[in-house]
T-cell receptor
């Protein structure tokens, strides 16, 4: 069974401080990992996917298979980063069966 | 494209009543998903369709829940009878075969069962 764990429901940081949103997963095969974001009054949308190795809005996430983690990081938090963040996992080659974590609310304090 | 459209945006009903949530996916998308979002459990996949056919409904909580997709542009999620524990935000999402790893979400329907 595939499972995604986001241990923090709420993460508060000051503007300019580093951010790390934790995500751990369990899956027996090679998963595809994603981060989705939901800004206030906006739809849930894809932020980044591990396979692309991209940086979006200053955020990066590295897949660590040894630790089965996919933490989301940003060196300097901005107020506009305040949102709900969901880590998600899909089986490799079977993207449709996506499992989401419970989400972490990031609050950036001015 | 207006994106995924859901209606109603808010629904308040009494226990025992039937509730029908509606979704219009993005035109051309082959896959449609229904999710339920709660504080305790986060986003849970209830069911998904491919080309209007239900593929996996293992996430549907119980027989009170049913979903249909009569055509490529419309799907419904029905709860009958509704219970207070069904109160949640229900999201519909769609994706295309060519970009299957990206799901486009609707604005959600906030359901409150009194």
């Amino acid at each position: 069974a595939q499972r995604v764990t986001q241990p923090e429901k709420l993460l508060s940081v000051f503007k300019g401080a580093p951010v790390e949103l934790k995500c751990n997963y369990s899956y027996s095969g090679s998963p595809e990992l994603f981060w989705y974001v939901q800004y206030s009054r906006q739809r849930l949308q894809l932020l980044l996917r591990h396979i692309s190795r991209e940086s979006i809005k200053g955020f990066t996430a590295d897949l660590n298979k040894g630790e089965t983690s996919f933490h989301l990081k940003k060196p300097f938090a901005q107020e506009e980063d305040s949102a709900m963040y969901y880590c998600a996992l899909a089986p490799s080659g079977g993207y449709q069966k996506v499992t989401f974590g419970t989400g972490t609310k990031l609050q950036v304090i001015p | 494209d207006a994106g995924v459209i859901q209606s109603p945006r808010h629904e308040v009903t009494e226990m025992g009543q039937e509730v029908t949530l509606r979704c219009k996916p993005i035109s051309g998308h082959d896959y449609l998903f229904w999710y339920r979002q709660t504080m305790m459990r986060g986003l849970e996949l209830l069911i998904y369709f491919n080309n209007n056919v239900p593929i996996d409904d293992s996430g549907m909580p119980e027989d009170r829940f049913s979903a249909k997709m009569p055509n490529a542009s419309f799907s419904t999620l029905k709860i009958q009878p509704s219970e207070p524990r069904d109160s949640a935000v229900y999201f519909c999402a769609s994706s295309s075969r060519n970009q299957a790893d990206t799901q486009y979400f609707g604005p959600g329907t906030r359901l409150t069962v009194l």
